[in-house]
Structure formats: C-alpha cells, structure tokens
Nanobody, 124 residues
Framework: QVQLVESGGGLVQAGGSLRLSCTAS????????MGWFRQAPGKEREFVAA????????YDEDFVKGRFTISRDNAKNMVYLQMDSLKPEDTAVYYC?????????????????WGQGTQVTISS
C-alpha cells in the first residue's frame, strides 16, 4: 500500500510559477514510477507528466510545451512538479499517482495509488 499527499497548490497570477510536491509513504519509493495528472471542472482527468525511479520522464505533448518539469528525490520519497508560465487554463486539481510499473505511463488506469489532490488556480 502507498499513501500519497500533495502540497503546494494555490492561487497565482497568469505567468507565475508554482511547485507542487508529493510525499509518498508505505512502500519503497524507489520501486515506483510516479505521475502527475490534473482535472478541471467538467473535464476528464488528464495526464501531465510522469517519471521513472531512474529519473527518465515523459510529458503531455499538448499543453506542457516545456513549461512544466517533473523531478523526484528518492532519498526523501518525494516527487515534484515545477510549473512555470502558468495560464488560466492550467487551473485544475492536480493529483499525484504511483505505480509499481518500472516505465512511467500516461494513462490514469496504469496507476494504482492516488493522492487527494491539490487545487491550482491561475487568475488572468
């Protein structure tokens, strides 16, 4: 079993930055691939980024466009999402997810564990 807790969300103006954090507990963190997803009101949950325990990462190709960076600190059992040049359309609840699969995936069904989410609101 894995417990995930996100933090770092908030309200920022367009063009600003936020860094989301996710703390994992309950299982050897280094064995997990980690992902970030988001869900805006009235929309389906969508993939943002994911990272393997080795540090290899993948990103959504539509809206990230070099603005977001995923990273992890295996010693601290944490994964981060640095978000820059934020836009109002980035407003959503952001979720951290974990899977024991070695290769990071972009589909939500690939993940076994989810956090409660953290709200990110970008004002124009």
């Amino acid at each position: 079993q894995v417990q995930l807790v996100e933090s770092g969300g908030g309200l920022v103006q367009a063009g600003g930055s936020l860094r989301l954090s996710c703390t994992a507990s309950g299982r050897t963190f280094g064995s997990l691939a980690m992902g970030w997803f988001r869900q805006a009101p009235g929309k389906e949950r969508e993939f943002v980024a994911a990272i393997a325990w080795t540090g290899g990462s993948i990103y959504d190709e539509d809206f990230v466009k070099g603005r977001f960076t995923i990273s992890r600190d295996n010693a601290k059992n944490m994964v981060y999402l640095q978000m820059d040049s934020l836009k109002p359309e980035d407003t959503a609840v952001y979720y951290c997810a974990a899977t024991p699969k070695a290769i990071p995936r972009s589909t939500a069904t690939s993940y076994d564990y989810w956090g409660q989410g953290t709200q990110v609101t970008i004002s124009s």
